[in-house]
């Protein structure tokens, strides 16, 4: 397997808490990604990464920042969490622009 | 934006049959991939598929990458209770942060 870890795996925070959400990996990846899964919308890429300090907004942006100040953490925070942010989220690898993503466990979030 | 239509969205079959799931975009696709899901892991590639035409295998697995570069289909054959889980198809055009994922496959596999 891929050494990605995500953490925490699972956490519950209430309504306009900030949140932050950690994914470490151990291959030197370039690329690092953030997606959310969602029943009947498979993978929904976040905010992606293409090094250090280099990142760029993804199809479901609004409400998440990320940062990557080391090629192996990529963080992703949400300002201050609502329901609508209750979901799953992996983080995933890859080590070039057109090569296989390589994904996480995933981190299962519950905004109450 | 660019959408993946991927169907059936779940499918029961019985242990030993074989099955067929495929994906379709009104989007022209460089990449296709297809990935496995587990509960409470993520997703993990089964088969990736450069050239359109293409067909690939892996074990039970066979894909095809469409000639019109606008679909792709995963075929399982010889279904076994292990097979259970959501299969995701995934087009990536130039650039992989531009991967678009289909909503998912459920399948589940009667022993």
């Known amino acids: 397997d891929a050494g990605i870890t995500q953490s925490p795996r699972h956490k519950v925070t209430e309504t306009g808490t900030p949140v932050t959400l950690r994914c470490h990996q151990t291959?030197?990846?370039?690329?690092m990604y953030w997606y959310r899964q969602d029943p009947g919308h498979g993978l929904r890429l976040i905010h992606y990464s293409y090094g250090v300090k280099d990142t760029d907004k993804g199809e479901v942006s609004d409400g998440y920042s990320v940062s990557r100040s080391k090629t192996e953490d990529f963080l992703l925070t949400l300002e201050s969490a609502t329901s609508s942010q209750t979901s799953v989220y992996f983080c995933?690898?890859?080590?070039?622009?057109?090569?296989?993503?390589?994904f996480g466990q995933g981190t299962r979030l519950t905004v109450v | 934006g660019q959408q993946l239509n991927q169907s059936p969205q779940s499918m029961f079959i019985q242990e030993g049959e074989d099955v067929s799931m495929n994906c379709t975009s009104s989007s022209i696709f460089n990449t296709w991939l297809w990935y496995k899901q587990d509960p409470g892991e993520g997703p993990v590639l089964l088969i990736a598929?450069?050239?359109?035409?293409e067909l690939t295998s892996n074990g039970r697995l066979t894909a095809q990458f469409g000639i019109t570069r606008k679909d792709s289909f995963l075929n399982i054959s010889a279904s076994i209770p292990s097979d259970v889980g959501i299969y995701f198809c995934?087009?990536?055009?130039?650039?992989?942060?531009?991967?678009?994922f289909g909503a998912g496959t459920r399948l589940f596999v009667k022993a």
């Open positions: 995933a690898i890859s080590e070039g622009v057109d090569t296989e993503a390589f």
């Open positions: 598929l450069y050239k359109a035409g």
């Open positions: 995934a087009g990536q055009s130039t650039g992989g942060f531009k991967t678009i």
């Open positions: 291959e030197n990846h370039r690329y």
